[in-house]
């Protein structure tokens, strides 16, 4: 693969990374925010949700390129942001239920995904990785 190919593919699991992730934490926070009822009253704070966003965003933006490049090239690339995404968010719900380990069970969610999908996804022919 030449260089501006391959440039230009990683600068595109950057973007998607960034947004996945950010509206994954987003949604973790504002989703227990509602589910809480005021009993975690912090999460109800806009503020809170916008950082958890940015947050998101920061970790997809490095961890969106590097999972895809290193553990799920054979694997479309809906899968691979929705599957990780969608592992992102269930290790944030559970770190906001707990109120503990905010970055640890959301990187272990994506991790966690990212692993299930590289062993699920069968292999194409052709396709290195």
């Not at 942001?81 to 959301?106: D, K, N, R, S, Y």
């Amino acid at each position: 693969m030449e260089i501006k190919r391959i440039a230009a593919v990683t600068g595109g699991l950057v973007v998607a990374g960034a947004v996945a992730g950010g509206i994954a934490s987003a949604l973790a926070v504002a989703g227990v925010g509602l589910v809480s009822r005021g009993s975690m009253g912090v999460y109800h704070d806009p503020d809170t949700v916008v950082i958890g966003g940015i947050m998101g965003a920061m970790a997809g933006a490095v961890l969106g390129p590097l999972a895809a490049w290193l553990l799920m090239r054979h694997v479309p690339l809906g899968v691979a942001i929705g599957g990780t995404m969608l592992g992102t968010l269930a290790g944030g719900i559970v770190a906001l239920l707990m109120e503990q380990h905010f970055i640890a069970l959301p990187l272990a969610g994506f991790a966690i995904a990212a692993l299930a999908i590289r062993l699920v996804v069968p292999r194409r022919a052709g396709v290195a990785g």
